[in-house]
Structure formats: C-alpha cells, structure tokens
C-alpha cells in the first residue's frame, strides 16, 4: 500500500484564461478501486493526462507507482494480439496471462488472430488483461463501456471487482456500484473523494443538497427580513434627524441632544443590521456552489393519427450469405419506449436503419406509418464541427431553445462560441440529444444516446423520457437506464 499525494495542483490549457484545477489537494491509496465521476468537461481526462505527465502543472503530483492508461494505443493493429501483448507488457508470462483471459471469457484463439480482427468488447477485455499483469502498476482506466453490450458489461465490472489499484472513469451506475469501494468526484468548485460505491455517494450529495437548498432559503428569508428593518430603521433614523430642527406638535422647543442621541441609537441599530444581513449574504454565497444544475428538460412530441407506427413481422435481414438476424417480429406503439437489447452484431442497428428508411436487404414483413415523422440520435458524432449558431439554422431548429436545452445539460455559455470539433465525446452526444428533442416528431429513434455522457445528464434525460412518455425506440447499454425507461423490451 501507497499513496498518490496531489497538493496544490492548478492547471490551464495554453491559451486558457480558465484554470480546469485550481490549489486542489487529496490524497488517493494505490489499494482503492476508485471511481471516477463528474459532468462532462470537467476535467476527468485531462486529469488521467495529468498523472501520466502528458502536461506541464504547478503543484506536486507524487506516487510510488508507476501509471498505465486504457484504452492502451496500439500502433499496429494488423499485428497478432499476442504481439500487441508483448508491446505492452514484454515480461508477461503465458499461463498468467490465460488466467486473466479466462476470467474474462476471452478464447485462447484470439491471440493468434489479428488484432484489428477481434470484435471491441475482446479488444476492450484483451487490452485490460495485459495492463493488469503488470506489477507496481496503477491503471487509469477511461471509459471501457462504451461498445461493450449488457453481457460484456456486466463480465467486465465483475472481472474489477476481482482487482484493486485502479481510477474508473465511467458513467454506468450500475457498473460502478459493482466494482469500485471509493469516489472521486469533480465538482463545480472542488475535488472530493468519498468511500463507498456510486450510489453511496449520489445519496450523500443528494442529503448535502438538499441541506444547502434548505440553507439557502432560510437565509433568503433572513436576509429579505433583515432588508425591510433595516430600511425601516434608517427611515427611522432620518425622520428624527430632521425633527432636530422643527417643534414639537405642542409647539414646545425639542431637547436637541435626546433627538441626536437617539437617532444615533437608530443608526448604530441600522449598522448592526447591515452587517448581519452582509454575513447572511456571504454565507449564502458558500451554499449551492456545488449543487448540480439538473433542471427539467421538455419535449414536446407530435401525435400520430394511429396508434401503431410500425410492425415486423418475422423479419430476417442478410448480407449477402451473412445472416444478420432471423425471424423478428414487434410493433411499436404510441407511447412506448421500446429497447432493443441484444450482443453486439446481433443486427440492433440494422432494425433502426430498416425503421429510418434506408435501403436495408430484408424479408418478412415491414409496416411503417404513412408520413411518420422521425428523430434519429446516431452513435456517431465525427461529422460535428462549426458552432452551434450555424448549426441550428442548418438542422432547422430552434435555436433559443437548442441552447436552453445544451445549458440545462451543463454547458457553459463559453462553449456557444467554440468549434464543436474541440467538444469532448460526451459534450457530442448533448449536441445529438439536444438536436432530436427539439424536433417535431412522431417517433425518437436514438442509437447508443448516452456513450460518453455523464451520468446527472443521464439521470436528466432519463426523468425527461419518464415525464413526458415520448414514443421511443432506442438501444443502450446502460442497465439502470433500460430498466427505469423501456416500458417493453425485444431481445434480439
């Protein structure tokens, strides 16, 4: 057992007025399995980057380990596995790396195959065999779900389980409660860790919330109160001011000295009260620094003049002498949220092109609605480039509301102004998902919608399909998100 020891880490991009980390200081024990969370953009990667001495930082980053990132770059993926295995780790030896591999469910076969051969789950499970033989190493592992189906997910966070000495940035709840005994998490103002799994901590943060809201509006209310005093007080204070130089209703002359000692009485009051309503307000400026904007989203999707919108009816669908899938049959109905479950290459994305309108070689039968109105979220977001602003005109959609949507999802004003090429993969998929919603539509089709994205926007966009109950047919890897959101599933 080590430490890794952070103090007083600060960091700018060069040419960023904006520093990602600013004086943060913790400490982290090379026996954790950790997991990393945070919204999109924060900083997880940057982070990883940091630890692997990829940029100049002030501040003291120290550890006793030596770092290995996943995914590991592999130069040559046209070489056999067992060669990309010797790049990364030379001294491995055979029958411990055949342990790892069986933990995994990882045929011997597949080292002797090309690399780019293999599917990216087995590159996924391959790569972390190899980086966990390694000794006194501490694994920085960046977001291993994405392209892992349900199955492969579940084999993965079962094999960490099995590990210690690791960063887990991933945005799956249900991975992260299997597999990791600590959090670390960026905030909006800070880095904290807490021990537990991912929904310890979201209960946690929940409670301290909900205390700060709490907090908050007391002070609201005090510092309302205290604003109509002392107001009182001063107009208090200046009338008797002024009566120092008139008379009484009597007509009798006023004893000067008691009104002056008692409009300095009244002042000194009015000081008192300011100076408490300046605290109240300092202090409510501490709560809710770090309380995640998740706002309601909307969506407001168009009725169908029938309830069915589409039907296969035993389906099968080939390339050429490859079966893709065989025999499939469901309907979708007005306000079903529909997943499509199933391993990857089991033909889930095939159904979605077949539904959207492509020309995909099918038999059985395939019944679409006339004029139906689709919004379809692809799993890939390369294309993206340009800024927002010329976006939304060429997409035809609103763009106040396009960028209500994107600030709700936790982007800054900031980002308006930048190219979407230089967003990160999550920040992406918000563009996609922000896009679709605010189309006028009859049916979402969205494919693999929440790879990269953080898992509070997960939870948003989950609360949104749950609320407003749009048509839906989606395929998502996220267990707990299946499981809160489809109201029928088919397994492929």
Not at 52 to 69: C, M, N, P, Q, R
Not at 82 to 111: A, F, N, Q, T
Not at 260 to 276: F, I, V
Request: some cysteine.
């Amino acid at each position: 057992m080590s430490l890794i020891k952070v103090t007083n880490l600060t960091f700018a991009y060069d040419g960023s007025y904006d520093n990602i980390f600013e004086n943060v200081d913790f400490q982290i024990d090379t026996d954790w399995k950790l997991g990393f969370t945070g919204r999109n953009g924060r900083g997880k990667t940057t982070f990883l980057n940091l630890l692997l001495g990829k940029h100049e930082y002030s501040g003291t980053i120290s550890a006793d380990v030596s770092f290995d990132y996943f995914p590991f770059h592999v130069e040559n993926k046209e070489n056999n596995t067992l060669d990309v295995i010797s790049d990364i780790y030379p001294d491995y030896v055979h029958w411990e790396l055949m342990r790892e591999l069986s933990w995994l469910k990882v045929s011997e076969d597949v080292l002797y195959r090309p690399f780019d051969s293999l599917s990216n789950g087995e590159q996924t499970k391959v790569l972390l065999a190899a980086l966990f033989l390694k000794e006194n190493s501490f694994l920085l592992i960046d977001e291993p779900t994405n392209h892992l189906d349900m199955n492969a997910r579940k084999l993965v966070s079962d094999y960490l389980k099995s590990k210690h000495g690791f960063i887990l940035v991933s945005h799956d709840r249900a991975f992260l409660d299997n597999c990791v005994d600590h959090i670390l998490s960026i905030n909006k103002t800070d880095i904290e860790i807490q021990k537990g799994n991912f929904s310890d901590w979201w209960e946690n943060k929940q409670r301290l919330d909900q205390f700060e809201f709490t907090e908050n509006e007391k002070l609201r209310k005090d510092i309302k109160r205290l604003e109509n005093s002392a107001k009182r007080t001063s107009n208090w204070s200046d009338e008797v001011e002024k009566s120092k130089n008139g008379t009484r209703n009597s007509g009798s002359k006023l004893d000067k000295g008691y009104v002056g000692h008692k409009a300095a009485k009244m002042m000194k009051r009015s000081k008192s009260m300011e100076q408490r309503q300046h605290s109240a307000i300092e202090e409510k400026s501490r709560l809710l620094k770090n309380v995640e904007s998740s706002e309601t989203l909307k969506i407001s999707q168009l009725p169908y003049h029938k309830n069915q919108l589409a039907e296969l009816e035993h389906v099968s669908i080939s390339y050429g002498d490859k079966v893709v899938l065989q025999d499939i049959s469901f309907t979708i109905e007005q306000g079903e949220r529909v997943a499509l479950t199933g391993k990857n290459g089991s033909g889930k994305s095939s159904i979605i092109k077949l539904i959207c309108g492509e020309d995909i070689p099918y038999s059985g039968t395939f019944r679409k609605g006339s004029q139906l109105k689709i919004s379809y979220v692809s799993q890939d977001t390369s294309h993206l480039q340009g800024n927002l602003t010329d976006f939304a005109r060429d997409q035809e959609i609103d763009e106040s509301l396009f960028k209500a949507i994107l600030r709700k999802l936790d982007f800054s004003r900031v980002q308006f102004e930048k190219d979407m090429s230089s967003f990160s993969g999550g920040q992406k998929k918000k563009v996609l998902i922000a896009k679709s919603l605010c189309e006028k539509v009859h049916l979402h089709i969205w494919d693999e919608p929440l790879n990269f994205i953080d898992v509070i926007s997960r939870m948003q966009i989950e609360e949104l399909l749950l609320e407003y109950s749009p048509t839906l047919l989606f395929v998502e890897h996220d267990r707990e998100f299946c499981n809160n959101v489809a109201t029928k599933v088919v397994e492929l």
